[in-house]
């Protein structure tokens, strides 16, 4: 009978070792989950850190490795938050290098140490090293910097905003490797720089620093956009991988475009090119249609004085009782936004000179290029987003919407800048989006 008295206290013994046993593997788990959580977290916002710094620093692999080294090493500490449990900051290495096909890359690995609770209690596991590397590859761009010198930028870009804008933005690529044109447009167009690989952030800055001083004129996007099309398709030789950018800078919308038309009086030649309309706004006669700084105006025709120290005419249109003489008028046609033919007039040349921009951007769009546009409102002038928009084949759901924008080309961005103080930060925006489409 004693015997069986005993074994209850026997079983109950046997409980309390098995309870002992199975809470020190509950704790070690535990221990596991908290200590292996903190691991987690701390890999986790390195990971973030180090994407950071390798993305930000790539963009400045042509300033050599000492540069390179010091901007990861600051966009990591922005980026870093610590964990509870690092008992020490973590290190950042940073390591410039090229690959095969001649791109840069930059390669930045951190290590942090987090302290340890649970399996603090084991010398050898009183910290884990937790490290991460992250890779980012600079592909070279051949880009076409587009810039609108047209007279209404004397008062909506005052002083230097432009030319800072333009020189902190060019400043963003590699003046070795990367390659650059700069094209300006007004009545005309000009390849004020033309497209070289390395060697062009000094001098397109001078070009900027200069390009207040000529500002006048209409805005002839048409021809700069062309023009721009012919310096990205130059083969430069380049090897490796290469992103084709365009980046198109504009105040206001596109009016004038250039084409042949007949006159019916005076010294003009059949088919003559005329650089034609000119005025965002039109004028008291709908058919009324300016002659932009044309050397051989037709004949009786009203002139209308300078338009931004550039010679203009108003001529009438068939239809239409001209300004001076009855007998006097000009023909043309001109293709709306729907492809179809439409007469001479304000309304029908103005739909004609966006309606070119954008097939001049589709071209574009279809070699493969990518193309930005970066728009500034200011006191002179009508900043047109949807024609921005199109240029750029964003959809710009923040600004009303595009209604060309094919998901199936390549798609750029539309920046505004609200004024000129905003100039410099809309070019950056522009700047990191190229970035991150050369980074892989």
Known sequence: ??????????????????????????????????????????????????????????????????????????????????????????????????????????????????????????????????????????????????????????????????????????????????TVALISFANDNTIDFPMQTGGFQSSITSIANGMPGRFNGATYSDGALLAAITEESLPMGLTGTIVHAVVFFTDGNANTVQTRLTCSSGSVNTGTIWNIGGLDSPPNQSNIVGFVSTNNPPSNCRSNGPLNSNPTYECGTQGDVPPNNPSNFCNGTFQTGTGTQANLTFANVNSDALNRSVQDANIMRAAGYVVYSVGLHGPSGVLNNTFLCQIANDPCLAYGGNPTFDPNLPSGEFVPASDYTQLGSAFQEVANNIHLRLVQ
């Open 1 to 178: 009978m004693s015997l069986r008295r005993n074994e209850p206290m026997k079983e109950r013994g046997q409980i309390l070792i098995l309870c002992a046993f199975y809470m020190a593997v509950l704790m070690l788990f535990v221990g596991l989950a908290i200590d292996g959580g903190l691991a987690y977290l701390t890999k986790a916002r390195i990971t973030k850190a180090a994407d950071a710094a390798a993305l930000a620093s790539v963009r400045y692999a042509g300033k050599g490795q000492s540069q390179v080294a010091a901007i990861a090493q600051s966009v990591f500490s922005m980026n870093y938050t610590p964990t509870n449990g690092s008992s020490l900051p973590p290190t950042v290495s940073t390591t410039l290098s090229t690959d095969s096909l001649g791109n840069s890359l930059v390669t930045v690995t951190a290590t942090a140490s987090v302290k340890t609770y649970c399996m603090g209690l084991l010398p050898t596991f009183q910290q884990l090293n937790v490290s991460f590397s992250s890779q980012a590859r600079y592909a070279r761009v051949q880009m076409t910097l587009v810039l609108d010198r047209t007279g209404s930028m004397t008062s909506n870009a005052p002083g230097t905003s432009l030319p800072d804008a333009v020189s902190d933005f060019i400043g963003q690529f590699d003046d070795v490797k990367d």
